[in-house]
């Protein structure tokens, strides 16, 4: 083996031991969108208005952190409420069935500095599956309030048909009024609870 070829190095984590903590999400600061391909020419997006979450960071051991999120499926605002009406329906999430879409973390891999792929479960309609999401770190910091933030940025590529949602209808020029994929997008602030509020 040639004395200048090196062995593959894999993505180092840099440590982010004052981020330990329990954190909370604060909705008034974070987004939970999602866009899907309509009509085959452009993308329809939304977004959760209604949502939840809690991390539990663990800034020497990044691998070790975990996260809950719970969203209202009834709270979805694509900005047209006859759209609104239709996907929180029966014909997609049927809020008045299934009210809550959760997702629960189950392991974190890092992929490079300041970025994760977080693996875990997301359940909709009842139907639980494993995802993966791209996550990137964004920064933390104290709020003029003096609450200590942490802030992630995420993106994921789903298949709509997985969890039950197949509704569509044929276009007359060939193709499908919605595409199979939907892309999540995450921004996400979250506020360390003090040992006060954690017990």
């Known amino acids: 083996m040639p004395k200048n070829r090196r062995e593959p190095v894999p993505p180092r984590t840099r440590p982010y ?3 330990t903590g329990i954190y909370t999400v604060d909705p008034a600061h974070s987004t939970i969108g999602l866009s899907v391909r309509h009509a085959m020419i452009t993308n329809v997006r939304g977004r959760f208005t209604d949502f939840e979450g809690l991390l539990r960071l663990d800034g020497s051991h990044p691998t070790r952190s975990q996260a809950y999120v719970s969203v209202r499926t009834g709270s979805l605002d694509t900005s047209v409420l006859d759209r609104d009406a239709h996907v929180v329906g029966p014909d997609f999430l ?3 069935l299934y009210p ?10 890092p ?3 300041d970025r994760f792929r977080v ?5 909709i309609k009842g139907v639980e599956l494993p995802v993966g999401i791209d996550l990137r770190f ?4 104290r709020d003029p309030k003096g609450k200590h933030r942490v802030g992630f940025e ?4 789903l298949h709509r048909s997985d969890w039950g949602l197949t509704w569509n209808t044929a276009l007359e020029t060939g193709g499908v009024l919605l595409s199979d994929t939907v892309r999540l997008t995450l921004g996400i602030s979250a506020v360390r609870l003090d040992r006060a509020q954690t017990g």
Request: glycine share 22%.
């Open 17 to 19: 031991k004052a981020l």
């Open 94 to 96: 049927d809020c008045a």
């Open 100 to 109: 809550l879409m959760t997702f629960r973390s189950s392991g974190i891999v």
């Open 111 to 113: 992929t490079g500095d």
């Open 119 to 123: 693996y875990g479960e997301l359940m």
């Open 138 to 141: 964004g920064g933390a910091g």
């Open 154 to 157: 995420g993106t994921a590529t």
